[in-house]
C-alpha cells in the first residue's frame, strides 16, 4: 500500500526497509471526496500533502470573488501553501479535490524530526523544493511574458493528461484568462 510514497522518496534517495518504515511514523493517510476542502481561506495550515492519487487545485479568490489558480496537483507532486505550513500560520487560499483524493500528509513537527532523525530526507525536501521553486519561477515567467494561446500550448505540452481531468473554466482561471478567451482561442 505505501509502495507509492516509497518509489516516490527513492526517486531521490535511498532507504533501507527500515529507514522508510520509519519515515513512515511520521505520515498520515486521508481520503477526500470530489469537492472537499482539506484547507480554506484563514485556515491554520499544518500539513504538507503528497498526492497518492487524485487531483487538488490550490487557488485564491480575490476581492471580485475571481478565482485564481495557483496550480494544480495530481499524483506523486506535494501540495500545501507552505508558506503557510512552515510558518504554522493563516493561509489566503482553498486546497479543493477535484476528484476523490488520497493523501499522505505530515506535520511540520514530523517533517523536522524526519529530517533530524533521518540526513538523508533533507536531501530529499532539498531536490522537492528546488524543483517547485523551478516551476513557479517558470510559470510566473509565463504569466509575465506570453501570450494566452502560447500559455494554453505550453500548458497542453507539460500536462496533457490535465487535459482530460480539469475542465475549460479552470484550465482558463490557471492560465489567467476568461474562459470566452480560451474559447475563442481553441473553439
Given at each position: ?25 511520521k ?42 489558480i495557483v ?13 503557510a ?17 488520497s ?51 505550453q ?33
Open positions: 500500500m505505501h509502495k507509492t510514497l516509497r518509489n516516490h522518496f527513492e526517486e531521490v534517495i535511498d532507504l533501507t526497509d527500515q529507514e522508510f518504515a520509519f519515515a513512515l511514523t505520515f498520515e493517510i486521508k481520503d477526500f471526496g470530489k469537492g472537499d476542502f482539506i484547507f480554506q481561506r484563514d485556515d491554520i495550515v499544518e500539513h504538507a500533502y503528497f498526492i497518492s492519487s487524485g487531483l487538488l487545485k490550490l487557488s485564491y479568490f480575490d476581492d471580485n470573488a475571481k478565482e485564481h496550480s494544480f496537483a495530481m499524483e506523486n507532486w506535494w501540495e500545501s501553501d507552505f508558506n505550513f512552515f510558518t504554522q500560520s493563516e493561509t489566503t487560499y482553498y486546497l479543493k479535490c477535484l476528484e476523490a483524493t493523501v499522505y500528509y505530515i506535520s511540520l513537527e514530523g517533517y523536522r524530526e524526519l529530517s533530524e532523525e533521518l540526513p538523508k530526507m533533507k536531501t530529499f525536501w532539498l531536490q522537492k523544493s528546488n524543483t517547485g521553486f523551478v516551476g513557479s519561477q517558470r510559470r510566473i515567467l509565463s504569466l509575465l511574458t506570453t501570450s494566452p494561446k502560447e500559455r494554453y500550448e500548458f497542453l505540452k507539460e500536462y496533457p493528461s490535465l487535459t482530460q481531468r480539469v475542465s475549460k473554466t479552470q484550465i482558463a482561471a490557471y492560465l489567467g484568462v476568461s474562459r470566452e478567451t480560451l474559447s475563442r482561442l481553441y473553439s
